[in-house]
Every structure is written in structure tokens, then in C-alpha cells.
């Protein structure tokens, strides 16, 4: 396993697997407290448009998403002051009309036939300079956001009329919580794919929730658990030849039944 090491594929997935395991941590934990699966979902899969798109003009994949991915997170936040009671009905759309661009885009695509399946189940050996530069200032950019804005998201996160009582333009934070979470869904599509990218972000939380007594501690958990489990499902895809994606979120899953079933005995 060592002698691995030495090649630049795998430095670069080790360390897009660090990085975007400590972003989906930290957003993660904003995902969940603030009750933003479903949206984040729909984000998750409405960028794979961006993905078609970037392919169709020859832009980089990561510029593309995200440009798709931020333009449905502003209108998923927008719907979602708007016209609240049919949230689920406009989320269900932008999933399906965003994955369906995506789709006709490769179809227009003149002689395009690289594998589509690893954006959807990840292709984290493939990870490149520049796609590990996009991390970087995600990863600095998440992490400055959250420490200078922390109380003010920590009182939108828990009790957004009281954050708006206070003066704290809730909206705006709200938009930008969902934002970052659209660009830590763009990261970890190149970590664990399309498919299992809410997987990735929600499991570490979920575990982390449960033992933590406040937000802070809950984000430093939740990405040192992702990051675990990132590492284990890389080591495990190595040595049985598996699919990478699937294998840290079956790591993932697995720790928390153990985690469950521990915490019933316990209990």
C-alpha cells in the first residue's frame, strides 16, 4: 500500500479526499440543522445540467456545476420565501429539468462518449491540479465564512425569527448557507459521485449530532468522521478493486448501524 503513495493520481485523491471530507463536514452540519436535505438534493442533481453544459462548450466541469449549482440554489431560496407550501413541487422540477439538460447537452455533445458514470458514482483518482485548487479555495473559503459569521449562522440555523428579531438579515444567510452547500455538493461529485453525494454529507452529521452539545463541535466531528470514512472506503476500493464512491458510503453506512446498534446497548 505504501508504494502507492509515490504516484501523483494518488497525492491528489488523498488529498481531495481530506478536503472535500472537511468541507462536506462542516456544510454537512448546516445541511442538517438547518433542515436542508431535501434542497440540497435537489441542487445535487440539478447540477448535473451545469455538468452537460460544461461538456457541450468545453468548459471545465467544476465551472459549469457550480455556476449551475449556485443559480438553483439562489432560485431553490427564492421559491422557498415565496411560496413555501409548494417547495417540494418546485425542487422535484429543478432535479429532473436540471438532470435532463445535463443529459441533452452530452447528447449534442459531437463525438463525446467518455463514461458518464463517473460523475454519478465519482472518479476520485481522476481528480486533476486545477480541480484540487477549486477545493482549496472552497475548503478557505468555508472555513472563513463559518468562523466570522458563526454566531450570527448558529442563530439563523436554530431560530430564524428570532436571528430576523435581532437584526440579522436571515434571508441572506439562508441563501448563503444553501450556496456553499451547492459548492460542497460540486466538490464532492468528483469524491463519491452525483448519486452519493447527500449520503456523504449527512451520515458523519447525523453521528456527530448525536454526540455533540453544540454546532462548533458538531462540524469538527462530522469532518473528522467524513474524513474517516473517506480514507477507510479509498483503502477498501484499493485492495478489492471496488468503485471508490460506493465504497466510502457503504463505510459510512456501516459505522453508523455500529454507532446505532452501540448506542442501544449502551442506552
Partial sequence: MAEILHYTFIQNALLAAIMVSIISGVIGSLVLVNRMTFLTGGIAHSSYGGIGMAIYFGLPI??????????????????????????????????????????????????????LMSYLFGSILAVSREDLLFMTILLIATLLFVHRYYREILAVSYDSEYASLRGINAKLFFTLILIFSALAVVVAIKVVGLILVIALMSIPTYIAEQVSNSLYK????????????????????????????????????SSLLLFIIVRKIVS
Avoid at 240 to 248: E, N, R
Fill in 62 to 115: 467544476f465551472l459549469g456545476a457550480s455556476v449551475f449549482a449556485i443559480f438553483s440554489a439562489i432560485l431553490i431560496a427564492f421559491i422557498s420565501f415565496k411560496e413555501r407550501h409548494r417547495l417540494d413541487i418546485f425542487i422535484g422540477l429543478v432535479w429532473a429539468v436540471g438532470m435532463a439538460i445535463g443529459v441533452l447537452f452530452v447528447d449534442l455533445t459531437p463525438g463525446y462518449n467518455v463514461d
Fill in 218 to 253: 458538531m462540524m469538527f466531528i462530522a469532518a473528522l468522521l467524513s474524513t474517516l470514512f473517506t480514507l477507510i472506503g479509498l483503502i477498501l476500493s484499493y485492495n478489492f478493486d471496488l468503485s471508490s464512491g460506493a465504497s466510502i458510503i457503504l463505510t459510512a453506512a
